[in-house]
Structures are given as structure tokens and as C-alpha cells.
């Protein structure tokens, strides 16, 4: 069936360390999302990339759509950054986005 | 610009009646999707809608609730005769076509008592 696989579910970070989010995918895809919700349940939209790299301050994402897997990169964390990491896929031959379990990120001072 | 619009943010309802949540999209979208988020089950697709017309409502339990995005106006989630299973946050997301980035509303949490 179609899934969307993340990996660590869940993570602990001291302040100003670096971390990477996996986003595992089944299939071929049209559109892949990285979201934020955060602690007051918002998704904030961080990256639409369906292929390629893109940056965004300190948040980075790659996605190597060949392989099926995308990955998000957060440097020097701050204590905001905590919350629930979404990525979210709309396959071939769909319109819906098809999203993961989450990372589960809490940034200590 | 202003971006997905969603009312009310917070509603409750008693068991029976009937709820109606309301999104408005990004000024110039015509495709609008709805997601439903329960406790420990995630964000799942409910319903897709282009101006006047259902798209894929696969995602929708097939009894109770109905889903419009009349040609002026916000798009109408209704849920009739509400169950306590119902409780959830309810997110409306718009794109400028399908395939493309979709924005997200700030969801309405639905309690149901």
C-alpha cells in the first residue's frame, strides 16, 4: 500500500545541535511537503520539493526522488523549533497529499 | 496577501447536531482539500474540491458528512448528527492546481460533548 515512512519518530535536542528528519516513500511522486506543527497545532508550510535541494535559513531539505526519500536538515536548533515534522507525498495518479507519522522534536535549552 | 482563512478555530457541538466548518482560500485558488487529524491517527485526506465540483471525496465517511466549495463563497465542511469520533482538528489546505504546493488553514478543533 502507499506509505510514508519517518524516521527518528521521536527526538531530543540540546540547543544549537544539528539534525537530520527521513522521509521514506513507496512510490513515484508529484509533490512532496515538509510541515511544522507547531505546539498550538499550525502546520507551517517549510518546503515544497519534490526533487532537488532548497534552503531556507537554517532548514534545509533534499529530496532524491530516484530513490524515494527525502531528508530535512535543521542547524543550530533553537528551543521554537520543537513541535511535529510532517512530510507529505501526492503520488502519481492522485491529488491528496499522503503524509507520514511525524518527527516528534523537542529543542532543550 | 492573506492565506487560508478557517471559522471558527475552535467549535463544540453536543451530540446531534450539526457542525459547519468554513474556509476561505488563498485569493486565486480553485482547488481546495480538506484533512481531518484525530488523536494518535495522523492527517488523513477527506475531500478534494475544484470550484462547484467534488474531486475525489475517497477520504469521506460516507454517511454524515457532505462537502461543497460553491462558484462565490467559502468551501463548507457539515458534519450532521455529531459523534464524541468526530472530535478532531480539521485543516483545509488550497493550491493553484493540482500538484502544486498546498497552503493550510489554521484548522478548527471540533469538541464534540
Known amino acids: 500500500g502507499i506509505q510514508v515512512e519517518q524516521s527518528p519518530p521521536d527526538l531530543i535536542l540540546q540547543e544549537g545541535a544539528n539534525s537530520t528528519l527521513r522521509c521514506n516513500f513507496s512510490?513515484?511522486?508529484?509533490?512532496l511537503q515538509w510541515f511544522h506543527q507547531n505546539p498550538w497545532g499550525q502546520l507551517i508550510n517549510l518546503f515544497y520539493?519534490?526533487?532537488g535541494t532548497k534552503q531556507n535559513g537554517r532548514l534545509s531539505a533534499t529530496t532524491v526522488a530516484t530513490e524515494r526519500y527525502s531528508l530535512l536538515y535543521i542547524s543550530s536548533s533553537q528551543t521554537t523549533d520543537s513541535g511535529v515534522y510532517f512530510c507529505a507525498v501526492v503520488y502519481y495518479g492522485n491529488n491528496r497529499l499522503a503524509f507520514g507519522k511525524g518527527n516528534q522534536v523537542v529543542v532543550i535549552p | 496577501n492573506a492565506g487560508v482563512m478557517q471559522n471558527p478555530r475552535h467549535l463544540v457541538r453536543r451530540r446531534g447536531q450539526e457542525a459547519r466548518l468554513r474556509c476561505s482560500p488563498v485569493k486565486g485558488h480553485s482547488h481546495v482539500y480538506w484533512y481531518r487529524q484525530l488523536p494518535e491517527e495522523g492527517l488523513k485526506f477527506m475531500v478534494y474540491?475544484?470550484?462547484?465540483?467534488?474531486?475525489?471525496e475517497s477520504g469521506m465517511p460516507k454517511e454524515r458528512f457532505s462537502a461543497e466549495f460553491p462558484k462565490e463563497g467559502p468551501s463548507i465542511l457539515r458534519i450532521q448528527q455529531v459523534v464524541r469520533g468526530d472530535s478532531a482538528a480539521y485543516f483545509c489546505?488550497?493550491?493553484?492546481?493540482?500538484?502544486?504546493?498546498?497552503?493550510f488553514g489554521p484548522g478548527t478543533r471540533l469538541t464534540v460533548t
Open positions: 489546505a488550497s493550491s493553484p492546481g493540482p500538484h502544486y504546493e498546498q497552503y
Open positions: 474540491l475544484q470550484k462547484e465540483n467534488i474531486i475525489d
Open positions: 512510490d513515484s511522486v508529484n509533490n
Open positions: 520539493i519534490p526533487s
